[in-house]
């Protein structure tokens, strides 16, 4: 069954660095999504992506954020200078179809802790 | 704006137990509902989904039942296995398909199912 892949699993990264968490989505979608979960709170939209474009982006996806699809495969979220609040699970999903008309599939997540 | 409330977990039940996990939620308009699981290792899955007022999702001998008067989508079964164990997230979408356009996600409450 296809699926949505994330690497890595988990991230430990210093304060300052730049992180790109990566995501393969299921081939024939055409819609992205990044979700993230701070450890006890709730998991909140921080984007979404079609067309090589951001359609949609929460006011949490500032000007440290940034996605990118730089190939036919490959979708990643980039943090430019990481903080310690941004420590937490981030999802990527992918559907065939935007407006929350088709199913969005979800990887498994990416841990990333800043230390 | 958009709110989703669960009940905080771990849920701690014995195998054939019955199962509640309570979900309110505010949202102006008519969103769509849905139950996402997350089972250990994987990402999230879309376990069932509800449109409109008084309809009821199912999958896996689950069930929850879209209640505007309540503004609630309580997830129940009627006897858990082990298997069941997993996080359970309560969402809503202004979006009928479960896609990851505009989510708005609960916490998530943690499963635990007891042989």
């Given amino acids: 069954e296809p699926e949505v892949t994330q690497t890595p699993s988990h991230q430990v990264t210093q304060m300052g660095q730049e992180v790109i968490l990566r995501c393969v989505p299921i081939s024939n979608h055409l819609y992205f999504y990044w979700y993230r979960q701070i450890l006890g709170q709730k998991v909140e939209f921080l984007v979404s992506f079609y067309n090589n474009e951001i359609s949609e982006k929460s006011e949490i996806f500032d000007d440290q954020f940034s996605v990118e699809r730089p190939d036919g495969s490959n979708f990643t979220l980039k943090i430019r200078s990481t903080k310690l609040e941004d420590s937490a699970m981030y999802f990527c999903a992918s559907s065939e179809n935007g407006g929350g008309v088709t199913e969005a599939f979800f990887g498994q997540g990416t841990r990333l802790t800043v230390v | ?115």
């Avoid at chain 2, 977990?9 to 308009?29: D, K, Q």
């Avoid at chain 2, 969103?31 to 999958?59: H, I, M, R």
């Avoid at chain 2, 997230?89 to 202004?94: I, N």
């Fill in chain 2, 1 to 115: 704006g958009d709110s989703v409330t669960q009940m905080e977990g771990p849920v701690t039940l014995s195998e054939e137990a019955f199962l509640t996990i309570n979900c309110t939620y505010t949202a102006t308009g008519y969103p769509s509902l849905f139950w996402y699981v997350q089972y250990p290792g994987e990402g999230l899955q879309l376990l069932l989904k509800a449109t409109k007022a008084d309809d009821k999702g199912s999958n896996k001998g689950f069930e929850a039942t879209y209640r505007k008067e309540t503004t609630s989508f309580h997830l129940e079964k009627g006897s858990v296995q082990v298997s069941d164990s997993a996080v359970y997230f309560c969402a809503l979408s202004r979006g009928s398909g479960g896609g990851a356009d505009g989510l708005t996600f609960g916490k998530g409450t943690h499963l635990i199912i007891q042989p």
